[in-house]
């Protein structure tokens, strides 16, 4: 039986597997994408959907900027749920404050837009967040959210449509991947075969099947986070991505590009978010309900299952804590709460050649939906050289 063969076949359904093939797919060629699922599970689903460049650092921001534009461009051929409503970055105190405007001092020598708002005008657009939480802000209009759960399937369908040289199979756990003579040639659990010139390997967090004895000794990680949902609450209006005191002393950029954030103090009430890496996002689905989080816990990526599957009460009850002292939420509004989990790594992504054919593009950790789309055009290009 003649087997077909595909210039690339790529490993993992993800976002940042799906942008390689996106961009390879623009280079004309023929793109054969295997997911494990019925449908992608992992990171890319279980996260805020948020496009937030403002708030990474180095060649990440710039990844992240040219995925504006990409997202920008699918979204006007096709509905991918990406809605223009923008980031803001809710300073709560004079520390907070004097690191959104060393962050804004950052981006005038980048050219990024960016606008400073007043205690007034947070208020005037978002009337739910407490007064006595809220100073200033430094807001990204140009930045997007989507609907993590939505946004996979629908370029999927997109790729599917526009780009006949595009083969996509769910339920396909890739079992092998080698580089024989001459191209390489991947096998599947169920026995099937498929043959290619090159493949490129986006596998997430599951370091059980291909590869292990790499990934054991990688310096990978896993992050855990916790996040929790409401029900729709159709009488707060919350557009764009929120982010508060607590991002805007984790997040990368403030680390990188403002000379007090070494410097500030931690506040007493802020000593166990921390601890748990907490730190509070809000996030309005179209729906009216309001994803909150969200919290980190690590392990060693061959350690995975040291973090447990379940959502720890105790956790969730401090960030609900927290964000009630930002915004107003009805008692019993939660409705559900779920587990997310990402891989890292301290040189942000893992970028092994396992020889000239094969190659593994993972942990890009909590990067993905903002980053990958341009991070991925990078790689294409750079393979293809």
Known sequence: MHTKKYDLIIVGG????????????????????????????????RNFGQVVPSGMAGDWFDY???????YNTIQSEFDISVRNNGSFYIASDDDEVKIIHELAAHYNTKGYSHEMWGKKQILSAFPHLKSD????????????SVEPETMIHRLHIYLKQKFERYTLHYNTTVLECES???????????????EGEKAIICNGYEFKILFRELFNDSDLEISKLQMLRTIPLKEINLPGNILTGLTI??????????PSFHNIPTPTHYGELKQWGIHILFKQALDGSIIIGDSHEYAPANRFEELGFTSQQFINELML???????SLPSHSIATTWSGFYSQHKHHIVEHDIDARIHIRTGIGGKGMTASAGYAEKSVASLYA
């Open 14 to 45: 993800g976002i940042l597997g799906t942008f390689h093939a996106y961009h390879a797919l623009k280079k004309g060629l023929s793109v054969l994408q295997l997911e494990k699922d019925c449908f992608p599970t992992g990171s890319t689903v």
């Open 64 to 70: 992240g900027a040219r995925g504006l534009e990409i």
């Open 133 to 144: 939480y809220v100073r200033e802000s430094i807001v990204f209009k140009q930045e997007l």
């Open 180 to 194: 024989p003579s001459q191209g390489v040639k991947v096998t599947a659990t169920d026995k099937q075969v498929f």
């Open 249 to 258: 002393r984790r997040y990368e950029s403030f680390e990188a590009y403002c």
């Open 321 to 327: 804590a927290e964000a009630n002292r930002i915004l």
